[in-house]
């Protein structure tokens, strides 16, 4: 069993920053893309953010030069740092992770998801 937990939504003025944390625990073995979607209401998913195993990233280009994926593989932790908030950015966050178990096979993970709601 794997999970990915995430924190550090809340309500932000607009130009604030939040920093989103996802962190993956269970059978492990390996992670390779860690990503970050939003969903944005009455909208599809879409992702924001995305950083492989090498820590090369690609953004969204509503986000480039505002937000910035990292990770920590010693934690199994992907983090969002969201910077130059707008009130577009409001959404619900999923924190995405392609896993490898101890049994050697891959699976799509998914979070609960977060809200961030930027707002005066």
């Known amino acids: 069993q794997v999970q990915l937990v995430e924190s550090g939504g809340g309500l932000v003025q607009p130009g604030g920053s939040l920093r989103l944390s996802c962190a993956a625990s269970g059978s492990i073995f390996s992670i390779n893309a860690m990503n970050w979607y939003r969903q944005l209401p009455g909208k599809q998913r879409e992702l924001v953010a995305a950083?492989?195993?090498?820590?090369?990233?690609n953004y969204a280009d509503s986000v480039k030069g505002r937000f910035t994926i990292s990770r920590d593989n010693a934690k199994n932790t992907v983090y969002l740092q969201m910077n130059s908030l707008k009130p577009e950015d409001t959404a619900v966050y999923y924190c995405n992770a392609y896993i490898m178990t101890m049994d050697l096979r891959e699976y799509d993970y998914w979070g609960q998801g977060t809200q961030v709601t930027v707002s005066s």
């Open positions: 950083i492989f195993s090498g820590s090369r990233s």
